[in-house]
Nanobody, 115 residues
């Protein structure tokens, strides 16, 4: 059983920074992709940033140049460093792991950016 636990969300003023973390436990054999997604009220969940097992990254256009995804394989943790935050970044941020046919999600962490 794989579990994902996010942490690090909170309230920050526009222009500020936050780092959210996702700790992965359990059988993590064969992880292909780790990523962060977000969902604001009344909207669909959308991808923010992903990182492959080869450390290739991809970002949503809206966060390019401001957010950085990274992973620490030894700690089984994936991070999302968020800089120059904007009110429109306010959402629940979810961690996702894809390992072959298996797909796991965390419970989410709230990020609120005040103007």
């Amino acid at each position: 059983q794989v579990q994902l636990v996010e942490s690090g969300g909170g309230l920050v003023q526009a222009g500020g920074s936050l780092r959210v973390s996702c700790a992965v436990s359990g059988n993590t054999f064969g992880i292909n992709v780790m990523g962060w997604y977000r969902q604001a009220p009344g909207t669909q969940r959308e991808p923010v940033a992903v990182i492959s097992s080869e450390a290739l990254t991809n970002y949503a256009d809206s966060v390019k140049g401001r957010f950085t995804i990274s992973s620490d394989n030894a700690k089984k943790t994936v991070y999302l460093q968020m800089n120059s935050l904007k009110p429109e970044d306010t959402a629940v941020y979810y961690c996702r792991i894809i390992a072959g046919p298996r797909d796991y999600w965390g419970q989410g962490t709230q990020v609120t950016v005040s103007s």
